[in-house]
């Protein structure tokens, strides 16, 4: 199996921008649609963005459209999520994924914390 291991969460003040990148060890994920998604406390996981193998074919959540933006580095075998004027809703645990996810020999990493203070 391959771990996905998410990064670049942190504390930020609402209004504020953060990156996350997510690395795939052992194995290429240039043949994947990748994507991310995020749980809040209480909540299900829920999907934030999603990005085909090649790039060209982006989706967001209503909730995030306009603010985030997911990219890919298929020779570095890394996902990005740029996170412009974050919202205290956007509190939440990031995680990277294949889209759908799970994907052999792809599963569930830790993800990534991302705190927004009002």
């Known amino acids: 199996q391959v771990q996905l291991v998410e990064s670049g969460g942190g504390l930020v003040q609402a209004g504020g921008s953060l990156t996350l990148s997510c690395v795939a060890s052992?194995?290429?994920?240039?043949?994947?649609?990748m994507g991310w998604f995020r749980q809040a406390p209480g909540k299900e996981r829920e999907f934030v963005a999603n990005i085909n193998y090649g790039g060209q074919n982006i989706y967001y959540a209503d909730s995030v459209k306009g603010r985030f933006t997911i990219s890919r580095d298929n020779a570095k075998n890394t996902v990005y999520l740029r996170m412009n004027s974050l919202k205290p809703e956007d509190t939440a645990v990031y995680y990277c994924?294949?889209?759908?996810?799970?994907?052999?020999?792809?599963?569930w990493g830790q993800g990534t914390q991302v705190t927004v203070s009002s």
């Open positions: 994924n294949t889209k759908p996810p799970n994907l052999p020999p792809f599963y």
């Open positions: 052992g194995r290429t994920i240039r043949n994947y649609d």
